[in-house]
């Protein structure tokens, strides 16, 4: 039997390619709201970072995450996301 592919997704601060499920998501839900999405699930526009704070740093600085989110986000809800790395 054939083995399946793992899916790979790009991490949106450093830019490499990984496997999903070593990436954390990002979601702004139907509503705005800015989520972490544990197991890849929830509905809404999606971007996936490394699970470490450089990567998280450098989305920012580019702005790369708001760009992928289509959102601005404010500084409270990207330390949220911090202590949840």
Sequence with gaps: MAQKSMPQRMCVGCREMKNKRELIRVVRNPEGQLLLDGNGKLPGRGAYLCP??????KAVKSKALERALKV???QEILEDIKERL
């Design 52 to 57: 470490n704070e450089e990567c998280l740093a």
């Design 72 to 74: 601005k986000i404010s």
